[in-house]
């Protein structure tokens, strides 16, 4: 099983920074198969960027995911208020799939 | 629009059964894998159960197998997850998800509903 460890646990940044939040994988991700999610208290987790870098429908281009083999990072340009959330990143390069413990983005 | 609509959830004890229903609509749920995932309080999100689109692959994960069965009736746009023999660590809450594919290999999950919570004990 393929681990996926982000840091930090907690990020504190302020509206208009950049945020950058890391995935590391215990083994290479067959074909960088690397998705990343947001999700809001009480809500469901929502999809960002699936197959390490290409953006989901909808999701506007502050978002950005890079990275390949082992090492894997989500961006976010400049921080909206809206960006607040938790951020999971998830694995589908091996079986089972696996998620990382997440990464909580508060405002500083 | 597509949406995913959890039930099922309730209150059991250890060793009793509940299943899990997810009705979509606003795509063609036949063409599709699904996938089941749960999520402690305060906790992450961790996989539970997937199925293509005929139902021909299934998988589990290692704390399920077993216990839980997933199923699906394309006719009815609906998915399933009867899980037997529960145990207070299947204490969550339950999501179900779309698969991007059919499911020969699963992806990401593109669409959630927004879930169903599960609890288990005396």
């Known amino acids: 099983e393929i681990v996926l460890t982000q840091s930090p646990e907690t990020l504190s940044l302020s509206p208009g920074e950049r945020a950058t939040l890391s995935c590391g994988a215990s083994?290479?991700?067959?074909?960088?198969?690397l998705a990343w999610y947001q999700q809001k208290p009480g809500l469901a987790p929502r999809l960002l960027i699936y197959d390490a870098s290409i953006r989901a429908s909808g999701i506007p281009d502050r978002f950005s995911g890079g990275g390949s083999g082992t090492d894997f990072t989500l961006t976010i340009s400049r921080l909206e208020p809206e960006d607040f959330a938790v951020y999971y990143c998830?694995?589908?390069?091996?079986?089972?799939?696996?998620f990382g413990q997440g990464t909580r983005l508060e405002t500083k | 629009e597509v949406d995913l609509v959890e039930s099922g959830g309730d209150l059991v004890q250890p060793g009793r059964s509940l299943r899990l229903s997810c009705v979509v609509s606003g795509f063609s749920f036949g063409d599709y894998g699904m996938h089941w995932v749960r999520q402690t309080p305060g906790k992450g999100l961790e996989w539970v159960s997937s199925i293509s689109w005929n139902s021909g692959n299934i998988v589990y994960a290692d704390s399920v197998k077993g216990r839980f069965i997933i199923s699906r009736d394309n006719a009815k746009n609906s998915l399933y997850l009867q899980m037997n023999n529960l145990r207070p660590e299947d204490t969550a809450f339950y999501y179900c998800?779309?698969?991007?594919?059919?499911?020969?290999?699963?992806?990401?999950?593109?669409?959630w509903g927004k879930g169903t919570t599960v609890i288990v004990s005396s």
């Open positions: 998800a779309k698969d991007r594919g059919g499911g020969f290999i699963f992806y990401y999950m593109d669409v």
């Open positions: 083994q290479t991700i067959a074909n960088n198969y």
């Open positions: 998830q694995q589908y390069g091996g079986s089972p799939t696996t």
